[in-house]
Nanobody, 120 residues
Framework: QVQVAESGGGLVEAGGSLGLSCTLS????????MGWFRQTPEKEREGVAC????????WYPDSVKGRFTISRDNAKNTVYLQMNNLKPEDTAMYYC?????????????WGQGTQVTVSS
């Protein structure tokens, strides 16, 4: 059984930092790319970061580039998202997902999400 579990969300003031973690079980972690996404009731889900199995060629949209950093520890089956200089518009439910293509292309396994709220 594949399980994706996020942790680390919370409330932070604008300009602050927050780190998220996501642990994958039930798949060979080194075979998958891992991504972070976010969604609010008003917006469609958007990708905010992706990292391939070997940590090379990470991807970020312009909205978070330079502020968010994705990393992974293959020995711990865990991917991280460090978020700095947070803005109120970063407020969302953040989801972690696994991509068996390992190319940041098709995410078939999702976590339940963790809420991030940035106060102004």
């Amino acid at each position: 059984q594949v399980q994706v579990a996020e942790s680390g969300g919370g409330l932070v003031e604008a300009g602050g930092s927050l780190g998220l973690s996501c642990t994958l079980s039930g798949l060979n972690f080194i075979d998958v790319a891992m991504g972070w996404f976010r969604q609010t009731p008003e917006k469609e889900r958007e990708g905010v970061a992706c990292i391939p199995w070997n940590s090379g060629n990470t991807w970020y949209p312009d909205s978070v580039k330079g502020r968010f950093t994705i990393s992974r520890d293959n020995a711990k089956n865990t991917v991280y998202l460090q978020m700095n200089n947070l803005k109120p518009e970063d407020t969302a439910m953040y989801y972690c997902a696994a991509d068996l293509t390992s190319m940041c292309a098709v995410f078939g396994y999702w976590g339940q999400g963790t809420q991030v709220t940035v106060s102004s």
